[in-house]
């Protein structure tokens, strides 16, 4: 059984974490561009974007011993059920209001060797990852801006086991936490040409973790003043454990992008 469990926790961690996907711009997870604002003075963004991360790191559930794990994008993606990522930013002046929700679910099932205690097992991982912040511009002109932010993320990290035939047919058990971490940090653009700017953001927090903290850098291209799009590279890592020895000490990291609608 423990050779079946460790592949269980690696499909856990995959934040799409999305990571955890979950993207380009300061939102901090929406692309940016410079847009005309509307007569109430508010500049609001939505923008889906696509992570395709990696993960590595530490991981303990079901009171097993901490395991390492070493997953890319294309092994989580074999084993992906569903996904969302999307971000989002009101701007009002110098003042802004932005969130990033990243969800994923993975399945996977596996074979036991000898058929006695069940013959097969069947693994659901849920991971939701959602960020609610403010900011402040600190530095604003034509040519870009840089806040300073700081808000709340919200943890969550759900795995279901369920044993087909054997002595266990049709016992499930569930392990996962809930954690809030408080994060602070900057965001930012500069625009090289009416087109194309640099965005990126930096974010480091604890609370429930340890440590939880969340860094990217992007190229953006501006096609409208309502649509843009950023492509660039995102790492997300958070270190959170409990007394009753579950662990999720992870980092995920690749590419990301983004589309950014504008009203």
């Known amino acids: 059984m423990k050779a079946i469990l460790v592949p269980v926790v690696v499909f856990c961690a995959g934040l799409a974490i999305a990571s955890p996907g979950w993207s380009a711009d300061v939102a901090p997870l929406a692309p940016e561009a410079k847009v005309v ?38 092994d989580i993606l074999q084993n992906l059920d569903f996904a969302f990522m999307g971000a989002g930013e009101a701007r009002y002046d110098r003042y802004s209001i932005f969130g990033d929700i990243i969800y994923t679910k993975l399945g996977a099932d596996g074979h036991t060797r000898r058929g006695i205690l069940a013959d097969s097992v069947d693994v659901t991982s849920k991971t939701f990852a959602g960020l609610l912040g403010a900011g402040y511009s600190v530095l604003e002109d034509q040519s ?22 054997g002595i266990l047919d049709g016992r499930e058990r569930d392990d996962g936490a809930t954690w809030v971490d ?30 939880d903290w969340d860094v990217a850098v992007g190229l953006g291209y501006k096609f409208t003043n309502t649509v843009s799009a950023v492509a660039g590279y995102r790492a997300m890592g958070v270190d959170y454990s409990n007394n009753d020895g579950f662990v999720f000490d992870v980092v995920e990291q690749g590419p990301i992008l983004g589309i950014a609608f504008h009203f």
């Open 37 to 74: 604002e509307s007569p109430t003075g508010w500049t609001i963004t939505a923008a889906p974007y696509f992570w395709a991360a990696g993960i590595s790191g530490d991981t303990a559930q079901f009171g097993l011993p901490e395991v390492h794990i070493d997953s890319s994008f294309s």
């Open 182 to 211: 408080a994060m602070a940090g900057v965001r930012g653009n500069y625009f090289f040409t009416p087109e194309f700017y640099l965005t990126g953001w930096g974010l480091v927090g604890g609370g429930g973790a340890d440590v």
């Open 144 to 165: 870009g801006h840089l806040d300073i932010v700081g808000g709340v993320r919200v943890w969550s990290v759900d795995t279901n086991i369920a044993f087909n035939g």
